[in-house]
C-alpha cells in the first residue's frame, strides 16, 4: 500500500478507539455515577438496574444510525460518513460530561444522560459497518483478515484506556472527590481528544469519493430490504456473530467492575486492572489471530474459537464465584479472552465479505446494529435482573452461554456454505475506492 493509505488505515484505527471508547465508558463508571443521577440513593441493585437501563438507552437508536450513516457510506465514501459519525459523538460525550447530578437539578440530569446516550447510538450505529468495510476496502490482496483485525484493536484499546482511566480516579480521588467532579474526568478526556483524532481523520482519509446519483430515503430503505431478503440466510449468520461479540464486550468485560463490585464484592482499583490485563492480553493475539486467518481458513477458524469459547464459559464461571478473589477473576478473564480474541480477530472480515448487493455497507451496519441493540443494548440490565432474582453469582452465564452458543451455531453454518458453495470474492464499494489505492 502507499504511505497515503497506510496513514488513512492508522486515522480509521484512532478514531475508532475514541468512538467506541466515548461510546463504552458510561458502563465502566456505572457503580460510580449510578447514585449521583437516581434520587442521590445508595449503590444498590435498583440503582444498578436503572443504571444499565440508562446504558441500554444507547443501543435504540443504533439501527436508525446504522441505516442514515450507512446510507450516507454508500452515497458519499465510508471516509465521510466516519468524520460525520465522530462530529455528532463529540456533541453526546459533551451531554453527559456537562450533566447536572441529581442533587443539582433534579431529573434534568438523567434528561441530560438520555439525550447524550441516544446521540452516541446513532453515532456506533454507523461507525462499526464502515469503519471495518473501510480497513477491508484498504487491505492489500491476501491480508483482509489482517486489516479486518485491526477494527477490533480499536475497541479493545478503547477498552484499556477506560480502564487505564477508571483505575486512576478511583486511585488519585476519594469518593467524595468522585462523586462532587472526578466521575466527569473519563468523559472529558473523550471530549477533549476527540476533536483532534477528527481533524486528523480529515485529513488522512478525505470525504470518499462522491456517487453521482443519490437515492431518496424510500428507494434507499427498499434497496437496504431486498439486499437482506436476498441472503437472509447470510444475515442472520451475521446478527448471531455480532449478538456473540455485543455479549462478550458488553458483559464479560464492561460489566466486569461492576459485576466484581456489586456482586463478588472485590476492590474497584483491582476490578479495573482485571479488566486491564484481559484487554492487554487480548491485544497481543488479535492481530495475529487476523494474520494466521489470512493463511488458514477463516470460517473454521472463527468456530473453534466460538466452540472452545462456549466450553470455558461455565467452568470459569463456577470456579469464580466458589471463592471469589482478584486471583480468581483474572484467570477467568483471561482465560475466556483467548477464545475471544481469536474470534474478534477473525470475524469483523468474514461478515463483510459475506454479505454483497449495492448498499452492502447499509446492510451490514442494520444487521449488525438490530443484533446489537437486542442483545448488547439489554445483556447488562438482563444480567443485573437476573442476579437479582436468583441471588445466585454465576447467572451471567446462563446469558453468556446461550449468546455464545447462537454464534457458535452461525459460525458452522459459515463453514459449512463455504465448502458447499463458497462465497464470491469481497469487491471494493466503487463510491468508497479512494484514489491511490
Not at 122 to 132: D, I
Not at 361 to 367: C, H, K
Not at 373 to 385: A, D
Amino acid at each position: 500500500m502507499q504511505i497515503s493509505n497506510w496513514k488513512a488505515v492508522v486515522g480509521s484505527i484512532c478514531g475508532n478507539a475514541m468512538e467506541w471508547y466515548d461510546f463504552m465508558v458510561f458502563s465502566y463508571m456505572v457503580s460510580l455515577i449510578g447514585p449521583l443521577f437516581f434520587s442521590g440513593a445508595d449503590a444498590g441493585a435498583h440503582v444498578i438496574l436503572l443504571s444499565t437501563a440508562l446504558f441500554g438507552v444507547g443501543f435504540v437508536t443504533r439501527p436508525l444510525g446504522g441505516i442514515v450513516l450507512g446510507g450516507y457510506a454508500d452515497r458519499h465514501g465510508t471516509a465521510a460518513a466516519m468524520v460525520l459519525g465522530m462530529g455528532i459523538m463529540a456533541l453526546s460525550i459533551a451531554l453527559i460530561a456537562f450533566a447536572p447530578t441529581y442533587a443539582q437539578a433534579g431529573s434534568v440530569g438523567v434528561c441530560f444522560l438520555v439525550a447524550g446516550r441516544l446521540l452516541q447510538g446513532f453515532s456506533a450505529g454507523g461507525e462499526f459497518a464502515t469503519s471495518t468495510t473501510y480497513l477491508i476496502e484498504a487491505a492489500p490482496p491476501g491480508r483482509r483478515a489482517f486489516y479486518g483485525s485491526w477494527q477490533m484493536m480499536g475497541q479493545l484499546f478503547a477498552q484499556i484506556l477506560g480502564g487505564t482511566v477508571g483505575y486512576v480516579i478511583t486511585s488519585a480521588f476519594t469518593p467524595g472527590q468522585i462523586a462532587g467532579y472526578a466521575w466527569r474526568i473519563p468523559f472529558l478526556i473523550g471530549l477533549f481528544i476527540l476533536p483532534a483524532v477528527l481533524i486528523m481523520r480529515r485529513r488522512t482519509m478525505g470525504q470518499g469519493q462522491p456517487a453521482q446519483h443519490h437515492a431518496a430515503p424510500r428507494l434507499l430503505l427498499a434497496g437496504i430490504m431486498r439486499d437482506m431478503a436476498a441472503q437472509w440466510r447470510a444475515v442472520l449468520s451475521v446478527m448471531g456473530l455480532v449478538s456473540s461479540t455485543s455479549v462478550s464486550l458488553y458483559v464479560l468485560f464492561g460489566y466486569t467492575v461492576t459485576y466484581a463490585t456489586q456482586t463478588l464484592h472485590l476492590p474497584m482499583k483491582g476490578a479495573y486492572l482485571v479488566q486491564l490485563s484481559a484487554a492487554l492480553g487480548m491485544m497481543l493475539i488479535v492481530p495475529a489471530s487476523g494474520w494466521l486467518a489470512d493463511r488458514i481458513s477463516a470460517r473454521r477458524m472463527l468456530f473453534w474459537a466460538l466452540f472452545a469459547y462456549f466450553l470455558e464459559i461455565w467452568p470459569l464461571y463456577a470456579w469464580l464465584v466458589a471463592q471469589p478473589s482478584l486471583l480468581r477473576l483474572v484467570v477467568m478473564q483471561v482465560g475466556l479472552a483467548i477464545p475471544t480474541a481469536v474470534f474478534l480477530a477473525t470475524y469483523c472480515t468474514i461478515i463483510v465479505t459475506v454479505l454483497t448487493g449495492r448498499h452492502r455497507v447499509t446492510t451490514l451496519a442494520t444487521a449488525h446494529n438490530i443484533a446489537v441493540m437486542v442483545i448488547g443494548g439489554l445483556s447488562q440490565f438482563v444480567v443485573t435482573w437476573l442476579l437479582h432474582v436468583t441471588g445466585a453469582a454465576i447467572a451471567p452465564a446462563f446469558f453468556v452461554s446461550v449468546v455464545i452458543a447462537m454464534g457458535t451455531v452461525s459460525a458452522l453454518y459459515l463453514v459449512r456454505s463455504e465448502r458447499e458453495a463458497p462465497q464470491p470474492s469481497f469487491v471494493p464499494d466503487p463510491i468508497a475506492v479512494r484514489n491511490g489505492k
